[in-house]
Nanobody, 123 residues
């Protein structure tokens, strides 16, 4: 069993930055990919970014490319999402997840999910 806990969300003005953190515990050996997803009120959950645990591959939602950066720290068993140039449309609950491969991750097919952290961007 893997437990994931997100932190770092909050209220920020448009153009500002936030850094989200996802701390993992439990048996993460089979989790080869970590990802970030978000869900805005009244909308479906969408893929934001993912990274292989080896760190050799990343993927991003088109609308966040160049603004968001996903990274990982193997020693700390943690993943991060640096979010710059935030816009009101980025407002959502952001979820951390762990899964087995990058292809499945882009479809949201992950094995473990955190409870989410709220990011609110004001105009």
């Amino acid at each position: 069993q893997v437990q994931l806990v997100e932190s770092g969300g909050g209220l920020v003005q448009a153009g500002g930055s936030l850094r989200l953190s996802c701390a993992a515990s439990g048996r993460t050996f089979s989790s080869n990919v970590r990802g970030w997803y978000r869900q805005a009120p009244g909308k479906e959950r969408e893929f934001v970014a993912a990274i292989t645990w080896s760190g050799d591959s990343t993927r991003y939602l088109d609308s966040v490319k160049g603004r968001f950066t996903i990274s990982r720290d193997g020693a700390k068993n943690a993943v991060y999402l640096q979010m710059n140039s935030l816009q009101p449309e980025d407002t959502a609950v952001y979820y951390c997840a762990a899964g087995r491969d990058m292809g499945a991750a882009t479809w949201g097919l992950m094995d473990y999910w955190g409870k989410g952290t709220l990011v609110t961007v004001s105009s």
